[in-house]
T-cell receptor, first 116, second 117 residues
Framework: DAGVIQSPRHEVTEMGQEVTLRCKPISGHNSLFWYRQTMMRGLELLIYFNNNVPIDDSGMPEDRFSAKMPNASFSTLKIQPSEPRDSAVYFC??????????????FGSGTRLTVV | AQTVTQSQPEMSVQEAETVTLSCTYDTSENNYYLFWYKQPPSRQMILVIRQEAYKQQNATENRFSVNFQKAAKSFSLKISDSQLGDTAMYFCAFMMLSGAGSYQLTFGKGTKLSVIP
């Protein structure tokens, strides 16, 4: 099992540019989560999907942020246009939820985004 | 909304000693799960230990154990025989079943643990 795969690992972009972060969850997991981590705010849930359907996007900070999950093996988080305050580490995580049993998430290695 | 509080921003411990990291949470739910995650400098989030709220027995994983006090809403992590590789940020997290059959994790702010040789 290759785990949750995120790309790129690092991204440096100029303000105003479009940024796309990618995630491949663990095969068989039915839930996918996007988190943002900053020193000031810690780990914040941005959006999560269940069976490829967006369930809760209330954590998405602005309309500049959007996320998609076209199939069970791929998700993207897009920021357009990017701003310096978007600089953070973005994590993707996946899990398997069945009935009343909750298991921990498996996280990807994160993408460190720097907007200059 | 559920909240998770880690009151110790930073801690240090001598190698081979024991350290306890504190965590409290607030919820009106009865069925939930609690976790400790470790984030070393590599930034990878690693699951350390998991506790089901309906189980009274405290979870243990090798040198890691928890003290789960459900009535007090407390969930502390004890690391025995601390090793240099335990140096990391430790996050306490709360999970409950949310809408549409999915589970949502809420994290505390973290405790930075340094193991001193």
């Amino acid at each position: 099992d290759a785990g949750v795969i995120q790309s790129p690992r690092h991204e440096v972009t100029e303000m105003g540019q479009e940024v796309t972060l990618r995630c491949k969850p663990i095969s068989g997991h039915n839930s996918l989560f996007w988190y943002r981590q900053t020193m000031m705010r810690g780990l914040e849930l941005l959006i999560y999907f269940n069976n490829n359907v967006p369930i809760d996007d209330s954590g998405m900070p602005e309309d500049r942020f959007s996320a998609k999950m076209p199939n069970a093996s791929f998700s993207t988080l897009k920021i357009q246009p990017s701003e310096p305050r978007d600089s953070a580490v973005y994590f993707c995580a996946s899990s398997f939820a069945q009935g009343a049993v909750g298991y921990g998430y498996t996280f990807g290695s994160g993408t460190r985004l720097t907007v200059v | 909304a559920q909240t998770v509080t880690q009151s110790q921003p930073e801690m240090s411990v001598q190698e081979a000693e024991t350290v306890t990291l504190s965590c409290t949470y607030d919820t009106s739910e009865n069925n939930y799960y609690l976790f400790w995650y470790k984030q070393p400098p590599s930034r990878q989030m690693i699951l350390v230990i998991r506790q089901e709220a309906y189980k009274q027995q405290n979870a243990t994983e090798n040198r890691f154990s928890v003290n789960f006090q459900k009535a007090a809403k407390s969930f502390s992590l004890k690391i025995s025989d601390s090793q240099l590789g335990d140096t990391a940020m430790y996050f306490c997290a709360f999970m409950m079943l949310s809408g549409a059959g999915s589970y949502q994790l809420t994290f505390g702010k973290g405790t930075k643990l340094s193991v001193i040789p």
